[in-house]
T-cell receptor
Framework: ETGVTQTPRHLVMGMTNKKSLKCEQH?????MYWYKQSAKKPLELMFV???????ENNSVPSRFSPECPNSSHLFLHLHTLQPEDSALYLC?????????????FGQGTRLTVV | AQTVTQSQPEMSVQEAETVTLSCTYD???????LFWYKQPPSRQMILVIR??????QNATENRFSVNFQKAAKSFSLKISDSQLGDAAMYFC??????????FGTGTRLTIIP
């Protein structure tokens, strides 16, 4: 059983749809991340939240909108996506603070934009 | 900026044999963490092993061990007695202080029965 849970596992959406990805961690961590993993490309960091505050937005298009209501939950709101946004979206958490160590990952959401 | 390089996109090894995956990184810091993650077909990234840069002793976890060469900025992963369940993508990663993880591009490991 993972300490980081992502829902849904799979999502197919049209380019005009609005959907949200959810991530929940039960590890007491203070930092949460969204990564995008496309085929044949390196893992791309999208957003970082530390103690509920967004500390990094890695030049992500505005059609991706993160939300972190508390240290345990992280959302990624999606709207008017493009087919090239199809990818595996991974959520991760880590202790945060000045001595950040390893990140723990969820199982990912496989997103297909049609 | 920190970078992590994995120069082997694919590797294969006979079952029960030993394989070494390479990783180099670039940093100006002296106290940082290095990690190896495994991503099997189930997609979940699983931490395999962790090395703290201020520790000279190489980390070991059962059949997994690292060769950490700080001066050379090299951090290779050795898998002994390879098993079919070791087949996966392996990612090397770096972190410093309160910064996020920086990942390499990964090495796909195939185990030959």
């Amino acid at each position: 059983e993972t300490g980081v849970t992502q829902t849904p596992r799979h999502l197919v959406m049209g380019m005009t749809n609005k959907k949200s990805l959810k991530c929940e961690q039960h590890l007491g961590h203070n930092a949460m991340y969204w990564y995008k993993q496309s085929a044949k490309k390196p893992l791309e960091l999208m957003f970082v939240y530390n103690f509920k505050e967004q500390t990094e937005n890695n030049s992500v298009p505005s059609r991706f909108s993160p939300e972190c209501p508390n240290s345990s939950h992280l959302f990624l709101h999606l709207h008017t996506l493009q087919p090239e946004d199809s990818a595996l979206y991974l959520c991760a958490s880590s202790p945060g603070g000045l001595k950040n160590t390893e990140a723990f990952f969820g199982q990912g959401t496989r997103l297909t934009v049609v | 900026a920190q970078t992590v390089t994995q120069s082997q996109p694919e590797m294969s090894v006979q079952e029960a044999e030993t394989v070494t995956l390479s990783c180099t990184y670039d940093t100006s810091e002296s106290d940082y963490y290095l990690f190896w993650y495994k991503q099997p077909p189930s997609r979940q990234m699983i931490l395999v092993i962790r090395q703290e840069a201020y520790k000279q002793q190489n980390a070991t976890e059962n059949r997994f061990s690292v060769n950490f060469q700080k001066a050379a900025k090299s951090f290779s992963l050795k898998i002994s007695d390879s098993q079919l369940g070791d087949a996966a993508m392996y990612f090397c990663a770096y972190s410093f202080g309160n910064e996020k993880l920086t990942f390499g591009t990964g090495t796909r490991l195939t185990i030959i029965p």
